[in-house]
T-cell receptor, first 113, second 115 residues
Framework: DTGVSQNPRHKITKRGQNVTFRCDPISEHNRLYWYRQTLGQGPEFLTYFQNEAQLEKSRLLSDRFSAERPKGSFSTLEIQRTEQGDSAMYLC???FGLGTDAFFGQGTRLTVV | GNSVTQMEGPVTLSEEAFLTINCTYTATGYPSLFWYVQYPGEGLQLLLKATKADDKGSNKGFEATYRKETTSFHLEKGSVQVSDSAVYFCALIPSFTGGGNKLTFGTGTQLKVEL
């Protein structure tokens, strides 16, 4: 197992465009988390899934953001009508269950121009 | 709410110097405490953790002790190396998670170690 994989690693988009990121967790990890990290700040929680169910969403996740995890495997995070304030590193993490350690991917760096 | 406060960086040290990065937290009950490290161009890696008061987490020469009385979890290393240059994040998971295990992070402290 190669760990948590995120694609693409970098994305540059024009303001107003839609973007989609993908996260492949460690196999058999049933929990999957999305975080956002802006420059000079620590990661902030966005949302998490247990299997295919999205169990919690942060208030940071505006209506323009949507996340899915069909079949409880990989997850996608879509941002519609991107804004410059969406520029950040989007991190994905997975864990086996409650009380177990989370493993992070390398992140997708989004730049909105 | 839950929060983590870390000392601001960057911290610049000479190789073999002693390292301390301060971390204090605000949370109800007994949170689990973590240190993550982020090397340039890499994702976050768990460095060490402690899940109850007075526990000491240790890994790769780094250690941190969970101090409930001072709500602190300071990171220490006796002799740093150039390869330790990275950004270090203190984080917590509250004791009552409602089923989630989401981490609350500090802002990170950049460490630069020079020869």
């Amino acid at each position: 197992d190669t760990g948590v994989s995120q694609n693409p690693r970098h994305k540059i988009t024009k303001r107003g465009q839609n973007v989609t990121f993908r996260c492949d967790p460690i196999s058999e990890h049933n929990r999957l988390y999305w975080y956002r990290q802006t420059l000079g700040q620590g990661p902030e929680f966005l949302t998490y899934f247990q299997n295919e169910a999205q169990l919690e969403k942060s208030r940071l996740l505006s209506d323009r953001f949507s996340a899915e995890r069909p079949k409880g495997s990989f997850s996608t995070l879509e941002i519609q009508r991107t804004e410059q304030g969406d520029s950040a590193m989007y991190l994905c993490a997975s864990s086996f269950g409650l009380g177990t350690d989370a493993f992070f991917g390398q992140g997708t760096r989004l730049t909105v121009v | 709410g839950n929060s983590v406060t870390q000392m601001e960086g960057p911290v610049t040290l000479s190789e073999e110097a002693f390292l301390t990065i301060n971390c204090t937290y605000t949370a109800t009950g007994y949170p689990s405490l973590f240190w993550y490290v982020q090397y340039p161009g890499e994702g976050l890696q768990l460095l060490l953790k402690a899940t109850k008061a007075d526990d000491k987490g240790s890994n790769k020469g780094f250690e941190a002790t969970y101090r409930k009385e001072t709500t602190s979890f300071h990171l220490e290393k006796g002799s740093v190396q150039v390869s330790d240059s990275a950004v270090y994040f203190c984080a917590l998971i509250p004791s009552f998670t409602g089923g989630g295990n989401k981490l609350t992070f500090g802002t990170g402290t950049q460490l630069k170690v020079e020869l």
